[in-house]
């Protein structure tokens, strides 16, 4: 079955730096996959998504890239604001169905 | 742009009772619903598939006759709690999809605790 996981519990960042949120998955059959951001006590909110036909999606100040060789995507927020602070999921549908499995969630945090 | 709402937001319940919790599509018609759950500090676990004029699909170790999943109309499904327990507390989420749009709306969670 899918595994969607992440590697770092929680990213620590400069307010203004750039942060880089990573997500390892273990079905080389996944062909779509969605970070979500979500925040203390509200639901998921959808961030951007991308098709394994792409490496790579902008949106405003985020970017997500595929590695598909290597089964790894990633989260790029450019210039961190103190809004930003949430925690990051990637998820991918479940096998053929459209339920998402979850990676683990990296709680980003953004210093002063 | 697409809108999904749950009610209520939080709900405390005595062990034993049944609490029931709505999901509605507001923007879009929704031939499928999901149902996750999420304890504190942990990541959203996909309970059941809800689907419009059919049985609900119940992922492993999710019992579904606990959890009761009713999905009447394309804008509406609902999960009842049956019995409760204090372990049943947790943060359950909905998410609504047209097919296309492959279940990137998620309703704003709700808080179920059961004393």
């Known amino acids: 079955g899918e595994n969607v996981g992440l590697h770092l519990p929680t990213l620590s960042v400069q307010e203004g730096d750039n942060s880089i949120i990573n997500c390892a998955y273990s079905?080389?059959?996944?062909?779509?996959f969605i970070w979500y951001k979500q925040e203390s006590g509200k639901g998921p909110q959808f961030i951007i998504d991308i098709r394994s036909n792409m490496d790579k999606r902008q949106g405003q100040r985020v970017t997500v890239l595929l590695n598909k060789t290597v089964k790894h995507l990633s989260l790029q927020i450019a210039a961190t604001q103190p809004g930003d602070s949430a925690v990051y999921f990637c998820a991918a549908p479940l096998g053929g169905a459209d339920g998402l499995t979850f990676g683990k969630g990296t709680h980003l945090i953004i210093q002063p | 742009g697409a809108v999904v709402s749950q009610h209520p937001s939080r709900v405390i319940c005595k062990s034993g009772t049944s609490v029931k919790i709505e999901c509605r599509s507001l923007d879009f018609q929704a031939t499928t619903m999901f149902w996750y759950r999420q304890f504190p500090k942990q990541s959203l676990m996909l309970m059941a598939t809800?689907?419009?004029?059919?049985?609900?699909?119940?992922e492993q170790g999710v019992e579904k006759d606990k959890f009761l999943i009713n999905h009447a109309s394309l804008t509406l499904s609902t999960l009842t709690v049956t019995s409760a327990h204090p372990e049943d507390s947790s943060f359950y989420i909905c998410s609504a999809s047209a097919g296309i749009l492959r279940a990137i709306y998620f309703g704003e969670g709700s808080w179920l605790t059961v004393v």
């Open positions: 809800s689907n419009e004029g059919s049985k609900a699909t119940y």
């Open positions: 079905n080389s059959a996944s062909d779509y």
